[in-house]
């Protein structure tokens, strides 16, 4: 069939089925090339002819795959026909895209070519067997690997199916070395790569030449221009955040923080704040839940400091009306809209609230604290302190109670303590107010944790000098990268699986072990319900060789 330049044609297919489509063609040019390539056991037999005389009669020919070129060679049109063979020897298992350039460099034709060397590992032998343990049926799964290099990366699943027949679905060999570039998919994948009848090479062939290419455009590289990458490379975990100062306006100022991570094993890292306050913790490396401590060294600026981690907002969901949106009585209020009063509601007025402070006392958690950098100049005496600043305190007969009366023979004073060690009541107040941070009150039944001393509460004063060599510590539990499961096994319904010809996963293992002699073995229960067993074997070693085994067992 030869088109005549000017004129268009359409392609007339009739389909098994007896579904007939018309595809139009490309308009036939005057000028134009043509390139051909017929695969050989040992080589690629290529063929390039054009219809016309150029002045330059320089070609050049050009295969490559997976982004490396691995032939290239000049061709000389002087007759307007030229050919040459490639060694298959010199092309990995792969689409491989030949290329036809002009004299300038530019991209005039290209045709595609699966070579498969066969290259696959599988299996070398598999043997099963059922035994009864513990009143249980259990099968017994032994295998070894077609392959001298036994250490990678392979999963392994096991399945209850209906089916007798070779399945031809998708894996990892079809999906790394065909169809990953191709602009489509097609049914029965596997096909193209298997041994089994129906000339699979010359289904392979066809395909190339009909499903079209997608890794790139010749012109577009030229043209340096390139994809516009989105998203970098994954830099692990990003754990951020804040150092300021509670009651100051003031910069941070550098600050040493320290994240100790505890999974498996303690992590700690370090790093410095800038001027104001921030600091970054990436390339954290954890799957699921792990805990993490944060600890922020005290400045001796003498100032109460507190930590935010950094967070970002999420995107605003909007909701659109369709058929199953409920209507609602009301869906909008006009302007002359009022609020009408319950009968039962009671209205109170709410102060300002307090920000929140972080609690700094390892005796459990305090009832009220009190920071002294915001009442310093207002108070003379520890007890001027107590006296109008502590809730609930009362000062009967000279003693100081946080709780009523529990004693009439014993003292029903709270235990005193500075920088968190019990001392007597004179040294508790005699102390100046320009040496205590913050004071800590614990009257509720977490003073419970100071035994039978803590039965009247407690008072705890921090220093300044004290808190100078102590940290300000925060737990957080934190979510890793997701956690594959070890297992898988299908016990519910398992007659509906049975009734409906469903396949049943037996066993699963995402990184099966393999020993020195390359040899795998699987245990797990069965039961009545058993059919068929398929054993699907996949993985990659690692020198990049793929392995894929897939068998049916029959009973």
């Known amino acids: 069939f030869t088109p005549e330049a000017g004129r268009r044609y359409r392609a007339s297919i009739e389909f098994a089925g007896g579904e007939r489509e018309r595809i139009g063609l490309p308009a036939a040019s005057g000028r134009a090339h043509l390139l051909s390539a017929r695969q050989t056991e040992q080589s690629i037999e290529v063929k390039v002819a054009r219809n016309f005389r150029a002045e330059d009669q320089r070609a050049y020919i050009l295969a490559q795959t997976r982004g490396r070129a691995y032939f290239m060679e000049e061709a000389l049109l002087e007759d307007g026909v030229f050919r040459t063979s490639i060694n298959k020897e010199l092309l990995p298992t792969g689409v491989t895209q030949i290329v036809l350039f002009d004299s300038h460099g530019q991209p005039i034709a290209e045709r595609l070519v699966f070579v498969h060397h066969g290259d696959i590992a599988g299996v ?26 036994h250490q990678g990366s392979y999963s392994l699943a096991i399945l209850d199916t209906h089916g007798e027949a070779v399945d031809y679905r998708s894996n990892i060999a079809s999906e790394l070395l065909l169809f990953s570039d191709l602009v489509h998919a097609t049914e029965d994948p596997w096909f193209y790569l298997s041994d089994n009848t129906g000339d699979p090479a010359m289904a392979a062939d066809l395909l190339m030449m009909t499903h079209g290419w997608r890794r790139f455009d010749w012109q577009k590289i030229l043209d340096d221009e390139f994809p516009e990458i989105r998203y970098g490379f994954p830099k692990g975990i990003v754990f951020a955040g804040k150092v300021s100062p509670r009651a100051s306006d003031r910069a941070t100022g550098e600050v040493d923080v320290e994240l100790a991570v505890y999974k498996d094993e303690v992590n700690i890292y370090s790093t410095t704040t800038d001027r104001r306050g921030n600091f970054v913790f990436s390339n954290l490396d954890y799957t699921g839940d792990f805990t993490a ?41 006009g302007d002359d809209w009022q609020r009408v009063k319950q009968p039962q509601t009671v209205m109170r007025s709410r102060g300002l609230l307090e920000p929140s402070r972080e609690t700094l006392s390892m005796y459990s ?4 604290v009190i920071y002294f950098e915001d009442i310093r100049d207002q108070h003379s005496s520890i007890m001027d302190v107590l006296r109008t600043r502590v809730r609930g305190l009362r000062v009967v007969g000279g003693e100081i109670m946080l709780r009523g009366p529990s004693s009439f023979r014993f003292s029903n004073e709270p235990v005193f303590l500075i920088d968190e060690v019990i001392v007597d009541r004179s040294s508790f107040l005699n102390l100046s107010v320009h040496e205590v941070e913050r004071m800590a009150v614990i009257s509720g039944p977490q003073s419970a ?13 921090y220093t300044r000098r004290g808190d100078s060599h102590r940290h300000l510590s925060y737990e957080y539990l934190l979510k890793g990268f997701h956690e594959a499961s070890e ?7 398992t007659e509906q699986y049975v009734k409906s010809q469903l396949d049943r996963t037996l066993y699963w293992n995402h990184a099966v072990e393999v020993n020195d002699f390359g040899e795998i073995d699987a245990r797990f229960p069965v039961d009545q319900h058993l059919r068929n067993v398929r054993v699907i074997l996949q993985g990659v070693d690692e020198n990049g060789r793929i392995t894929f085994h897939d068998q049916l067992i029959n009973r």
């Open 365 to 368: 958690q305090a009832d009220q």
């Open 487 to 493: 297992t898988f096994e299908s016990r519910i319904h």
């Open 124 to 149: 070398y032998y598999l043997e099963y067997g059922i035994q009864v343990v513990d009143e249980q049926e259990e099968m017994h799964v032994a295998m070894a690997l077609d392959n001298d290099q």
């Open 449 to 461: 944790i100071l035994g039978s001393r803590g039965a009247n509460g407690a008072l705890l004063i």
């Open 293 to 333: 401590t944060l600890r922020v060294e005290q400045t001796l600026e003498k100032r109460s400091l507190r930590v935010d981690l950094a967070s970002r907002d999420f995107n605003e969901i909007r909701y659109g009306k369709n058929f199953n949106t409920r209507p609602l009585r009301v869906t909008a209020r």
